[in-house]
Each structure stands twice: as structure tokens, then as C-alpha cells.
Nanobody, 120 residues
Framework: QVQLVESGGALVQPGGSLRLSCEAS????????MAWYRQTPGKQREWVAI???????HYADSVKGRFTISRDNAKNTVSLEMNNLKPEDTAVYYC??????????????WGQGTQVTVSS
């Protein structure tokens, strides 16, 4: 059983910064990609950033230059540093990871989400 647990969501003023964290735990053989998504009510979940299995990092255009994804493979964690936050960044942020357990087959896992609200 694999779990992803996010933390760090909060209310922050426009222009402020916030750091989200996500830890993968359980029976983990290998972690491939680790990524962040976000979702607002009535809209589809939107991809934000990814730390891919090959070490490449990619960002959505809407956050490029403001957000930084980082990964600690020794701790099975991924973080999202968010700077110069805007009201349109308000959303529930989800951690996502492709992980293989004992059987070796990679599966898609999601965290429960953490609320980020950008408002004055």
C-alpha cells in the first residue's frame, strides 16, 4: 500500500510565497515521476509541474518562473516552492506519483490535496 500525503497549504496574500510538500510512504520499490496538479471548483484538474523519471523538470506556462519543483529521492518527497503568488493560483493542490511496489508494476497515486488560497 502506497500513500501520498501533502502539507503546506494556507491562506497567503498576493505576491507572497508558500512551500508545499508531499511524502510518499508504504511499500515502495521505485518512484518514477513526481508531480503537482491543481484544481478549482467546476474545472478539470490542471497539471502544474513534474519531476520526471529521467530527471527532467517541466512547468506549466502559467507558473513558469514563479514555481520550483524539487525532489528528494532519499526521503521520497517532492516539494513545490511557489513565489509571487496570484489570486488565480488559488486551488486545491494535489501530489501525484508513478510508483512501483513489490510486484514491480508501476501505478498512479494521488494525495488527498491541500488548499492554497491567495487573497488579500
Amino acid at each position: 500500500q502506497v500513500q501520498l500525503v501533502e502539507s503546506g497549504g494556507a491562506l497567503v496574500q498576493p505576491g507572497g510565497s508558500l512551500r508545499l510538500s508531499c511524502e510518499a510512504s508504504g511499500t515502495i520499490s521505485r518512484i518514477y515521476s513526481m508531480a503537482w496538479y491543481r484544481q478549482t471548483p467546476g474545472k478539470q484538474r490542471e497539471w502544474v509541474a513534474i519531476s520526471a523519471h529521467d530527471g527532467q523538470i517541466h512547468y506549466a506556462d502559467s507558473v513558469k518562473g514563479r514555481f520550483t519543483i524539487s525532489r528528494d529521492n532519499a526521503k521520497n518527497t517532492v516539494s513545490l516552492e511557489m513565489n509571487n503568488l496570484k489570486p488565480e493560483d488559488t486551488a486545491v493542490y494535489y501530489c501525484n506519483s508513478i510508483i512501483s511496489s513489490d510486484d514491480g508494476s508501476p501505478s498512479d497515486y494521488w494525495g488527498q490535496g491541500t488548499q492554497v488560497t491567495v487573497s488579500s
